[in-house]
């Protein structure tokens, strides 16, 4: 393992947690290291070796439906979850949900959502951007000073872009991580935009954002995993691909189950699954929030 070039502070402030490694970005264990050289940060790191990781995305708050997925990924073998980013946003539960990642998963991504509870809200519709601010003063309720500042230190180090492997990680696209769609509809209607994106991907790449899971190829096109056998999509090293995991707390595809994936780097696999959560519990916790419009609430239950 080496790393040059970065200061303790930079690579402290790179971590996770306090209690990780904090030598390195991307978060490595010690015991299954090789090393590469990772060209943005310009700092020597150590490369994974391949292991199931469960993909997580687009949690938004959602505790229920989080409960359900981390239930169903500790009766597989997982050696790691990972988040693709939107803790935060939309839903009744955001602190229980970051405070479940932290303890969970191995790192998360920074979404548009959380950087609109954090920093600023982006773009978002009226209903959106409420929906951030309370989300914000639910984080500032938090009246354990030590509770609150780790909280917001974890929130702070959330990634915009990482790497392991042959994996870039976005929230939103290769190109601009945070807040850019890749919409299954491209691959038909925007070959341009799609070439563009898959020239920022070096092989595959992990993302989130749209809450609709499936795969881009760069022909363009893209899979559902309704359309791949045993909704599992195999890696052929021919080509590039996009694989989004959907939605774990808000899924737009017209299924409301939970999504979450699979990857499996010896398999050279992900495989996609859905999960009934309790979505009425949810629902009646948005309804009796006056900051969170009741369409949030239907949405849900819709699948949209
Ligand atoms: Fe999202």
């Known amino acids: 393992m080496g790393i040059t070039g970065a200061s303790p502070l930079r690579l402290d402030i ?8 904090p030598d390195c970005p991307d978060h490595v264990d010690g015991h299954r290291a090789l090393q590469v ?8 790191l150590e490369q994974e070796i391949p292991v199931r990781t ?14 359900v997925v981390l239930d169903d990924i500790d009766r597989r073998t997982v050696d790691r979850i990972i988040s693709l980013g939107d803790i935060l946003g939309y839903g009744p539960d955001p602190v229980a949900c970051v405070d479940l990642v932290a ?3 191995d790192w998360s991504l920074m979404g548009n959502h959380d950087y609109g509870a954090l920093y600023e809200p982006t773009n978002f519709n009226a209903a959106a951007e409420q ?15 030590t509770a609150a500042a780790q909280r917001w230190e974890i929130l702070g180090r959330l990634r915009v872009r990482t790497s392991f492997n042959d994996f870039l990680c976005v929230h939103g696209s290769p190109r601009r991580p945070i807040n850019e769609y890749i919409f299954p509809e491209d691959a038909i209607n925007s070959p341009v ?21 499936g795969v881009f190829t760069d022909e363009p096109d893209f899979y559902g995993p309704e359309d791949m056998d045993d909704r599992t999509w195999k890696f052929t090293g021919e080509g590039k691909c996009i694989v989004n995991p959907g939605s774990v707390g808000q899924p737009r595809d017209l299924d409301p189950r939970s999504s979450y994936a699979i990857l499996d780097e010896d398999a050279k696999t992900v495989e996609f699954f859905r999960l009934e959560y309790d979505i009425d519990a949810v629902v009646k916790k948005i309804y009796a929030i006056p900051e969170l419009t009741n369409w949030l609430g239907d949405r849900l239950i819709e699948g949209r």
């Open 14 to 21: 790179l971590s996770w947690q306090p209690n990780r490694r």
């Open 103 to 105: 303890e969970r998963c």
């Open 193 to 213: 935009k799609m070439k563009q994106l898959f020239e920022h991907v070096p092989q595959y790449c992990l993302v989130g954002h749209t809450h609709v899971p």
């Open 131 to 145: 929906a951030a601010y309370w989300t914000r003063a639910q984080l500032e309720l938090e009246e354990d000073e």
């Open 54 to 67: 469960a993909l997580v995305s687009d949690i938004h708050g959602n505790l229920e439906a989080l409960n």
């Open 37 to 44: 050289r990772f060209p943005v940060l310009q700092v020597e």
